[in-house]
């Protein structure tokens, strides 16, 4: 493991005696379950939460067993608060803290500190250790870990005192990454359910949920009646930046998402795309069945493969036209085209002008459009910010476990 000295960069005040390497067996009591005989009825859909590898950190359980499967099986009770180490499959390495009384299976070793011992200390230490001990015991992702191996893990330990209060500052820590991440996720769901239900739904001429002052049935409109092409060239090489279009990120820099590759060093013959402009890319992702549309947003300029089609608005917001292409709706327009194009030439493909022949669902009023495209774009910002939040604390977290463990 990673050593360097018996004491770690990082310290509480009040601690400066050295830590002591021990062999985790010798500060903890541990033990496997198994798992009752699946084909056998009367073992399952009981009351005993059944904990898997894959839940060690859930606060719920899929399966339940029975008293009478607990007793004809393997399997081992454990209680809430005994630190649980994942050791087959792809968990393998995983460790979490019982959040509720249950029953384990043979891929979970139960860990419980003996006197002297913090289990939060020894969790965040697991967890500094968990690449170190896969490519120690799993080379190439083979095979399992046992009760044996982790035992007899290496370690280093303080006082009590010490262990305690490293425990406590990364529970803390653990809970605050949490909470970030729950606000997260709740931002996330809360959009999703927004962009059903602020565009009408198939065969409606009104959203379900609407600004007040707003009334009038919403238009189909063609693209083409909102949007031009745009298809200059960088021939005068304006611009050094390649582009290529993320689903999951927009228009980013293209040497950043393929590890410092572009696709030609000669960018004279690109499109010239400007800041505020869209480009679409055909190419299709799980979350983009009929490719993805985005807005340069990041940079004033930069350049894109004319495989890519480009345009900019004349009669739309920007920032609705942005959401709209986050929602599904479009893509039965270009499913239809795309699907023609399949019977006609063998191949999904849509070209330019059958592009801008595309329908949308537009509010008719300006207004409206800025108004949903201001909300939008404030939840972006918004879940933008815990994600940055949720990625500095992890870094953060990653940081002090390399620091404050010996």
Not at 84 to 89: I, S, V
Not at 185 to 214: H, N
Not at 247 to 254: E, P
Not at 373 to 388: K, V
Request: charged share 20%; net charge negative; aromatic share 10%.
């Amino acid at each position: 493991m990673i050593e360097s000295s018996n004491n770690p960069s990082i310290r509480f005040a009040g601690f400066t005696d050295p830590w002591e390497q021990r062999k985790l067996g010798e500060v903890v009591n541990s033990f496997s379950g198994g798992t009752p005989d699946v084909g056998n009825g009367a073992y399952y859909g009981g009351t005993i939460p059944f904990i898997r590898s894959a839940e060690i950190n859930s606060e719920v359980t899929e399966l339940f067993i029975t008293q009478e499967g607990l007793n004809n099986s393997s399997a081992r009770i454990v209680k809430k608060g005994t630190i649980l180490y994942a050791l087959y499959g792809a968990t393998s390495g995983e460790v979490g803290i019982a959040t509720l009384d249950g029953a384990i299976n043979q891929a979970i070793l139960a860990i419980v500190p003996q006197y002297g011992n913090d289990a939060f200390f020894l969790v965040g230490w697991l967890r500094r250790e968990k690449q170190q001990i896969i490519s120690t015991y799993l080379q190439g992702g083979q095979g399992n870990l046992s009760g044996g191996i982790v035992n007899g893990l290496l370690l280093h330990v303080p006082s009590l005192d010490e262990q305690q209060a490293i425990g406590s500052f990364f529970s803390h820590l653990d809970d605050l990454i949490t909470l970030h991440q729950r606000k997260y996720d709740k931002l996330v769901v809360f959009k999703k359910a927004m962009l059903e239900q602020m565009f009408p739904q198939e065969g409606e001429s009104v959203p379900r949920i609407r600004f007040a002052g707003f009334t009038d049935p919403w238009e189909q409109r063609k693209l083409g009646e909102l949007a031009q092409r745009v298809t200059r060239k960088n021939s005068d090489n304006e611009s050094d930046l390649p582009l290529t279009i993320s689903a999951q990120y927009g228009l980013i820099d293209q040497r950043l998402f393929f590890n410092n590759q572009v696709a030609s060093k000669d960018m004279s013959g690109y499109y010239l795309l400007r800041k505020g402009e869209f480009a679409y890319n055909k190419s299709t992702s799980v979350d983009s069945p009929w490719g993805a549309i985005k807005r340069l947003t990041q940079y004033e300029k930069g350049c894109v493969s004319t495989l890519y089609i480009c345009f900019e608005l004349i009669g739309a917001d920007p920032n609705y036209l942005v959401t709209y292409y986050e929602t599904n709706r479009w893509y039965k327009a270009v499913q239809m085209i795309a699907a023609e194009g399949a019977r006609n030439h063998g191949l999904l493909n849509i070209a330019p002008d059958d592009f801008f022949g595309t329908t949308l669902s537009v509010p008719p009023s300006a207004a409206e459009q800025q108004a949903i495209g201001s909300f939008f774009s404030h939840l972006d910002d918004l879940i933008t910010l815990h994600q940055r939040k949720l990625e500095l604390l992890q870094n953060i977290k990653k940081s002090l476990l390399d620091k404050m463990f010996v």
